[in-house]
């Protein structure tokens, strides 16, 4: 009994001082969508491919890296959960570093200018980039690459079947 108290003592104390380093608490973010059904689909399928995912008006706009948006009606329960961050999401699974093929969350808004104005564009190559601050992130790991901005705000992903749930 002891040892059990210990061991998950232990896991819990691991957790959250990863968390404090890696994902961020600073905006609220509560979201889910079924990876197995488009466009959603296309972030889980494809390595390397990251979709941004906005919120307005009752409806989701879900843009691919090619520059394709497609909007996804809010159910009632939906629209009335759902937390985007500061500036909506950046989804996919990072083809480098990423052996147990993680999904990965970022946040959609520049961490730099921290504005919901300032959202991020979304590369092909898996880059984004904020046109106002023109620092730029990789999204294998959130890092800045170009500028010397902090990382990316990253958020928790829990997958069961094919359900994504984003929280913080
Ligand atoms: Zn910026």
């Known amino acids: 009994m002891a040892i059990a108290v210990a061991a998950v003592a232990f896991s819990v104390q691991s957790c959250e001082s990863n968390s404090y380093k890696v994902f961020s608490n600073k905006y609220r973010v509560q979201f889910s969508a079924d990876l197995s059904l488009p466009p959603f689909n296309q972030a889980a399928d494809t390595p390397g491919r990251f979709i941004t995912v906005r919120r307005f008006a009752g409806k989701l706009t879900?843009?691919?890296?090619?520059?394709?948006?497609?909007?996804?009606?809010?159910?009632?329960?939906?629209?009335?959960?759902?937390?985007?961050?500061l500036a909506g999401l950046i989804l996919g699974k990072p083809a480098l570093d990423n052996d147990r093929m993680e999904m990965f969350a970022y946040d959609l808004g520049c961490p730099e200018c921290d504005v919901e104005?300032?959202?991020?564009?979304?590369?092909?190559?898996?880059?984004?980039?904020?046109?106002?601050?023109?620092?730029k992130w990789t999204l294998t790991d959130g890092f800045c690459v170009t500028g010397e901005s902090r990382p990316l705000y990253r958020y928790r992903t829990y997958v069961s079947g094919q359900q994504l749930t984003v929280s913080n």
């Open 62 to 85: 879900v843009t691919d890296p090619d520059g394709n948006s497609t909007d996804v009606e809010l159910t009632r329960q939906q629209d009335m959960v759902f937390q985007m961050g």
């Open 117 to 135: 104005l300032y959202r991020l564009s979304v590369s092909i190559d898996g880059f984004a980039t904020c046109e106002h601050c023109h620092n």
